[in-house]
């Protein structure tokens, strides 16, 4: 069964300070990963999408990793921001036959920046 | 590009009546457009898939009669909740992509309350 673990469910920190958050999956054939920020009531904001080959992908402050072979994914959030405070979302697109491919959602990290 | 709205972002209805829902991609054609549900600290549950000028695809446990989706153009899909019910109270997010086999967009979400 394809799922896509998240950890940690929720995290409070301190504005400025840095904070990893982390995504483990089953999702087989494996198309994309993409990350997205959901800030509440609101819909899912893509940050990053990563391919097979590819290991690191950085936008502005949000870095995301992916080793494939372990089917593990992480994204780095440097000198958080409060605005950052918001859900954070692993999502893996997996191909499911034909022209289909199927999204697996995480359930999110709820990430709390604090001043 | 690629902008996908919803249309109401929040909307109240009473037990038993009826709530249209309506997604357009507002810069390009989406042949196909998703509609997801979340309740609150839970992922995006995938309930149909739509394309254009054909019937909906239904994911297994929704029922197709209570969830009415049209989508009559390339532009614009909608969702209507019929017969609503308190537990029908959900965020409402769609998505749509240029084809079946191309990454999807989210829309903003809409907030439905059934009182």
């Known amino acids: 069964k394809n799922q896509v673990e998240q950890s940690p469910q929720s995290l409070i920190i301190l504005e400025g300070k840095n904070c990893t958050l982390q995504c483990n999956y089953t999702v087989s054939p494996f198309s994309n990963l993409r990350w997205y920020k959901q800030d509440t009531g609101r819909g899912p904001v893509s940050l990053t999408i990563?391919?097979?080959?590819?290991n690191t992908k950085s936008n502005g402050r949000y870095t995301a990793t992916l080793d494939a072979d372990t089917k593990q994914s992480s994204l780095h959030i440097t000198a958080s921001q409060l605005s950052d405070s918001a859900s954070y979302i692993c999502?893996?697109?997996?191909?499911?036959?034909?022209?289909?491919?199927?999204?697996?959602f995480g359930k999110g990290t709820l990430l709390t920046v604090n001043p | 590009g690629a902008v996908v709205s919803q249309h109401p972002s929040r909307v109240i209805c009473k037990s038993g009546t009826s709530v249209k829902i309506e997604c357009r991609s507002l810069?390009?054609?989406?042949?196909?457009m998703f509609w997801y549900r979340q309740f609150p600290k839970q992922s995006l549950m995938l309930m149909a898939t739509s394309n254009e000028g054909s019937k909906a695809t239904y994911e297994q446990g929704v029922e197709k009669d209570k969830f009415l989706i049209n989508h009559a153009s390339l532009t614009l899909s909608t969702l209507t909740v019929t017969s609503a019910h308190p537990e029908d109270s959900s965020f409402y997010i769609c998505?749509?992509?240029?084809?079946?086999?191309?990454?999807?967009?989210f829309g903003p979400g809409t907030r439905l309350t059934v009182t």
């Open positions: 810069d390009f054609q989406a042949t196909t």
């Open positions: 999502v893996v697109r997996g191909y499911s036959g034909g022209s289909n491919y199927k999204l697996t």
């Open positions: 990563m391919t097979f080959s590819e």
């Open positions: 998505s749509a992509a240029r084809t079946v086999s191309l990454e999807q967009y």
